[in-house]
């Protein structure tokens, strides 16, 4: 067993004294989410995104379920998504009593694979919208699926979570879909603690999720509940989207000089699609060890986290709540047996880069020997 040396932290903690002075100045204002500070954080989403609508919410899963609600999904209708996506993502589905379909990855990028979705989509006239998870902020081939959804005048919803800054073709990924959902959760690249917004560039869709998050305007004709950001978090907002730039800059510098160290032949970096940058939320490691699970759980031991083992990344369908909608998806399968995260964070320092290249390039090394 490799001990236990070094503890690299898997979380990035903003500090900012701008936060404190914004945070001050707020304080004497209006609060609520119909402050008008939240309608300053929504113009500097859009106009960072380049998105015509932005509209704040209390949560990425408020996000998901608003944009699905607003695409018209209740019961009797499917979504489509891919397996490799957290439980957070699924659930506003089931919220809306509508019904999972698992589409299979890529075997290389965590997209829907343009196949499966093709048949899904002629088998299953139930479809209202496909949601795109691309994980650990590595793009998926978003070009190709919405060629395909907007074919069939389905719309294509994006899980951005992890997303924030990453991008295909040198455009921000939700250039690409009809609605995209963001968390800004502490652990995501933007935090306001809890958080989320959603972006669009179709004024009615907009209209429609920002009745969603405010009670229907309590019209008593339109549904809706109450999933507005408060105005100390939308500060919040304001004064860390202003960080983003430098956070994404100081993630691909590590990346670069963390790859530039690593020789394992057994871990690989994961390559991004074709035009795609990550933002590196987390760097992706393809593995090729007789037991990879084993490499993960001693890089775990000797303090370097994954995101694979911290949530039992597994297909989604093996979890009991949704054995029910199984369907084969072998390209997600193998994907999420092969791959580790490995924290690229601005809290990182060049030791720990150093540190952790070392640890991966030694077990790869005793591994041949063993
Ligand atoms: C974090 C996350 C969510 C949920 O966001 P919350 O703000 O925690 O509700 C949804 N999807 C993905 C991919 C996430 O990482």
Known sequence: ???????????????????????????????????????????????????????????????IQTALAALGVGSGSSVVLTPTCP?????????LGATPIFCDTQNDSFGCDPDDLARILRECPQVKAVLDIPMWGYPTRLDLLREITSGRKIPLVLDLAHSHGTKLHGLDLNRYGEISCFSTHERKLVSTGEGGFLLTSDAELARRCRDFTRFG???GVTFGLNFKLSGLQATLGISRLGLLDEQLKRRKENADHFLAQLQAEAAVPLRPVDGGTPNYYALLLRLNFRNNRAFVKAMTQAGIPSD??????????????????????????????AITTIPMHPG???????????????????????
Do not use: W
Request: aromatic residues 8%; contains cysteine; glycine residues 4%.
């Open 348 to 370: 990182i320092s060049p030791e720990d880069l150093h540190y952790m290249s070392a640890a991966i390039n030694a077990y790869a090394e005793s591994s041949l020997n063993g």
């Open 1 to 63: 067993m490799t001990p236990l040396v070094r503890q690299i932290s898997d979380k990035y903690r903003a500090h900012c004294s701008a936060d404190l002075h914004l945070l001050e100045k707020t304080l004497g204002e209006s609060l609520s989410g119909g402050a008008d500070v939240v309608t300053r954080y929504e113009s500097e989403l859009s106009a960072y995104f380049q998105a015509d609508h932005a509209v704040a919410v209390s949560s990425g899963t408020a996000a």
């Open 87 to 95: 439980l957070c993502t699924v659930y506003p589905i089931l919220a």
């Open 217 to 219: 305007n309590l019209d």
């Open 308 to 337: 694979i083992l911290r949530y039992n990344v597994v297909c989604l369908y093996e979890f009991p709540l949704l054995q029910a909608y199984r369907r084969p998806c072998p390209n997600a399968e193998v994907l999420l047996a």
